[in-house]
């Protein structure tokens, strides 16, 4: 083995010093309904920490209040 090769941990095969992998661009049509489901989940989460229990409740109750309590006021939303 040479200075110019390095053993990789998975295979233990010499590579080329220097030989990069290339990443290939993802297709939109992969990413999108991620994307779209991760955006879903910070709109609810948002709801729950700003709104809830507030001018507008989903559900009846103090419980989601008390536990986002602290959380609205690091976050800036006034809840009393």
Do not use: K
């Not at 040479?2 to 080329?16: F, G, I």
């Not at 993802?26 to 779209?36: D, H």
């Not at 920490?49 to 536990?67: K, P």
Request: net charge negative; glycine share 8%; with cysteine.
């Amino acid at each position: 083995m040479t200075d110019a090769t390095v053993l990789t941990a998975a295979s233990a095969t010499p590579v080329p010093a220097g030989a990069g992998t290339a990443l290939a661009p993802l297709p939109i049509r992969q990413v999108l309904p991620w994307l779209l489901f991760a955006g879903l989940l910070l709109l609810v989460a948002w709801y729950f920490v700003s709104a809830e229990q507030g001018a507008t409740s989903l559900i009846a109750g103090n419980a989601v209040h008390e536990w986002l309590h602290d959380g609205r006021h690091l976050l800036g939303f006034p809840c009393h």
